[in-house]
């Protein structure tokens, strides 16, 4: 089994990219092969609404997601990982997910072999867990409907702010870990 990373936190060593990391350990304990992209290391730019992918098999920017997104087809399991900044996904989360438009079909359907299991991670400042509960919502049926994707777990990880803060709830880290060593099932 090959499971990807996807990290679109600016924090490094922040609480997203914690739990991320924390899910894919769960996930090579089940013999998994993981990689992790973090976003904000990575040189790409936005949709350019060209449509060039949809008469070809591929978007028209060679920049680094073109590796993510060849990456991504082969992955079996996809952790998304993304902070809550101003309401929504981060605009790291939020370029590269505009530029998945790439990965679908002019009729909308998938370009993605199907079968691959998500989980989705969001952290976020505000302690109400359900504040933003529509944001991952739609997200979950965006990757369901345009990727094809299982979305298997959505971990939610609210009131948090210091970066790393969350390794020192072990309930939490352990539900991470749990998520990744869940994902094949």
Not at 47 to 59: I, M, N, R, T
Not at 111 to 134: E, F, H, T, W
Request: charged share 25%; hydrophobic share 35%; aromatic share 8%.
């Amino acid at each position: 089994m090959k499971v990807i990373g996807i990290v679109g936190s600016p924090r490094k060593n922040g609480n997203t990219n914690t739990l991320v990391q924390q899910v894919l350990e769960g996930a090579v304990e089940t013999g998994a092969e993981t990689r992790t992209f973090l976003l904000n290391e990575m040189k790409y730019s936005g949709c350019q609404a060209c449509d060039y992918c949809k008469s070809h098999e591929k978007c028209k920017l060679e920049d680094d997601l073109a590796e993510l997104f060849e990456e991504l087809a082969e992955a079996d399991g996809v952790i998304f990982g993304a902070p809550i900044y101003f309401g929504q996904f981060s605009g790291q989360m939020k370029l590269f997910l505009d530029r998945c438009y790439s990965l679908v079909n002019p009729d909308l359907s998938t370009r993605l072999p199907c079968g691959k299991k998500a989980i989705i991670v969001v952290a976020q400042g505000m302690s109400d867990s359900a504040a933003y509960n529509g944001v991952y919502e739609e997200f979950g049926g965006q990757i369901s409907r345009f990727m094809g994707m299982d979305v298997k777990n959505t971990l939610v990880v609210a009131g948090y702010h210091t970066p790393g803060e969350v390794k020192n709830d072990a309930e939490l880290m352990k539900k991470a870990k749990d998520a990744g060593l869940n994902l094949s099932k």
